[in-house]
């Protein structure tokens, strides 16, 4: 299928481009349905292959003609599965929570009739009389899609829906430019490292180009280990060419002739997604020897990482790839000057590799009007915890922590209170209410304690206890840490013990200043990234929650009461309905019985603190109640010696 | 080659070029306290002991990444210095037993010897104790592992892996459980191990010894 290479490169783009244009049109215009469903691993986990099988079923069935188009993540993930209807001459409609009973009725009434079932939709997804487009909600006056503008709108596995919406344009005008002018580009644009620590891009592009070394190499970081962070992931299972074409311009611009995207094991749709866009590119020529005949050749090489946390870092990703222990290793030589194989290695994130082709088609100019003044450009996160629309998110540098939870991310849900937003997983930090004003860019959040990491965002209410946020983040990095250096290696653990006295109520009150002292040294003499940022969830609940630490020293209590060893549960005789015993039945260890006249207590020295006839006690009552500190807890009648009463 | 001229507390020195500071202070007769450098080997930087503050640097640096560098003006103590170093020191006793007595290394333990020159006390209690209860491998009929004394500092994967080229030994778990062990299984004796003792020699501490009860 390679284009001959006589024309020129402009020529044979041009011939892949119209056949790609072409295609498109046709699906576009097609006089059938096009149902477009959400298919990356955030759709999968709500049912998305399940809706996906019903849709075909039922079409099969009902021998209706339809096209069905499996796209990647929309990032509207709380609303998964979503399920875009478009039928021609009407305006395409974005459906969530799409089950298969859901699926059925889409076809029954909307496809094969005329009730576009507005119940079920979420918005139309262009202006219209019928529907109120999904662009009326709030969120989209703040989000602006740079890195996501394709996904969930394309066919990941098919590259001529890329290259119809724009794709490889950007390849293109980069093999008509000079490298030196493309480093420039990307150094005017203002690009900074999206993997976490926001190293100006186009200056370690030059580093590279200009380091001594017998081969290069450029080397995609999606080894993406922080809980609850799956940006890469999206991206690359969503618009896998944007990060390819991005690697193949880099290796141009510094002059390697070969690439490895380094994917962690647990994203194996990632990688199956990008191996067939891989083939894809081959095929078209725009990827292998002599790229759209211009010369410059460059290949690609997916490698699996065992999924430790530490092989994102740099130097242990290398050490992974060379088939070495994933240890990091002191820097300089940092990898732009002497990585793979000992030599010049551009190592970049996948969002910083797919930021690449946008700057080179629309310009540095472009790029670098969005954003603040030293971060430019979107960020994305995945936003999770307590908070309405969890999913990911992209928008502008600069815009304020409070615009991003409570306008994008709709506010925290059930009339709950707002009470810390952890930034960067577990190298990053928990910044209160008082910091919601703070605009979202690299220095800002380093400056507050917190870090832009690789865009892991967790909102939390007042039922989340500070103490234990930084134990969760603790527990981790302890168990993620490689074990090379002394302070990471012995000093993460330490912490960790203190920090779980502390949320048994066995803290002393020495602690807090041993805490302070071992993170400070922490940050201050570990070898690499994981156990420099490793005490940040502490420094920063420490700094800005300091009361719930002292709380739980000096009087024993959770503030939020979360912690079991300082919570009790009880029952308020006055609310309690006597003749319901839905508490009862869900308690596992039968703790709970009824005392005179029927009102149910809680046995305290069999209760186990799984918090289970909270939920269980109907909302109109509401009446088991948390305790902190347990001294508080009143006196309750002891359990009748009757046939439950023995142990 | 032309030497690098640099003054480490004070005093002038003349070190070749690439030399790291660590070295070049050994060589003078300034102690600068480190437990996994090698002369003239990639650092494994992983002790974090060898701190050292050079004008112009905001922060204390590791003397045995760091290379000499004209004109530079390097300070081997210091509050910051001695602060990272202690608490470093006090991490690794912590993970530590202290039974000199029954020590093979005793006497000769850089341990023993990094805390008396730090000033610190052997049991000292800032840390709380977390000790190992691992198996002492003594299968070999001339060397005995004890990996519950081993501090990490890959001294002996270097010894075995790179100077012998036998690899009897790797590391296994990782974080606080990292350890050393015989490669492949849990038994020296069944791997290639010869007996050299190289690693013995290069331990830091008591974790790899000869034994010296079954080949005397
Ligand atoms: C413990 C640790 C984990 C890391 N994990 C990642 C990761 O998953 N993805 C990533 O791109 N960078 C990660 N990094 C940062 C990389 O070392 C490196 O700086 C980055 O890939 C450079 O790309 P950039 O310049 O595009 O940001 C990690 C760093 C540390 C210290
Ligand atoms: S800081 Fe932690 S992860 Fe990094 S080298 Fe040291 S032990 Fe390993
Ligand atoms: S056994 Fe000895 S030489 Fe080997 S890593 Fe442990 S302390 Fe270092
Ligand atoms: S000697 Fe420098 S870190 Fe161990």
Redesign the interface.
Known sequence: MKESAVKSPQETFERIQERALAEWDALSNSPKPRITIGTATCGRAAGALEVLKTFKEELAEKRVDAIITEVGCMGHCYAEPLVVITKPGLPPICYGYVTPGIAARLISDYILGNDPCPEFALGALEENELIPTIFDQPRFQYEKRILLARCGDIDPEDINQYIANGGYAALLKALGMAPQDIIEDITRSGLRGRGGAGFPTGDKWQICRDAPGTARYVICNADEGDPGAFMDRAILESDPHSVIEGMIIAGYAVGAAKGYIYVRIEYPLAVARVDTALRQSAELGLLGDDIMGHGFGFEIEVMRGSGAFVCGEETALIASLEGRRGWPWHRPPFPATEGLKNQPTLINNVKTLASVPPIIDRGAEWFANIGTPASKGTAVFALAGKVLNTGLIEIPMGTTLRKLIFEVGGGIPNGRKFKAVQIGGPSGGCLPESLLDLPIDFDSLTEAGAMMGSGGMVILDEDNCMVDTARYFLDFTRKESCGKCTFCRLGTAQMLDILEDITRGEGNPGDIALLEELAADIKGGALCGLGKTAPNPILTTLRYFHEEYEAHIAEKRCPAKVCPELTAFYILPVKCERSCDACVGSCPVEAIFSGKKGIKVIDQEKCVKCGSCVDACPPQYSAVIRISPVSELPPSEPRPPDKNGKD | MEKIKLTIDGVPIRAKQGEKVLFAALDAGIYIPNLCAISGV????????C?VEIEGRP??V?AC?EEVAEGAIVHTDGPRIR??QR??LE??L??HPIECKTCPANKHCELQNIASFLKVNLNTK???K?LRDLPVDDSHPDIILDPNMC??CSKCIWACVEQRGIGALN?A??????IISAFGGDRLVDTRCDGCGLCAEVCPVGAISKNVKKST
């Open positions: 990639r650092p494994h930087a992983g002790c974090r002991l701190f922060q204390p590791t990444t602060r990272l608490t470093a991490l690794l912590a993970s800032r840390f709380r977390k501090v990490v590391y778990f990782r974080g606080d459980r990292t």
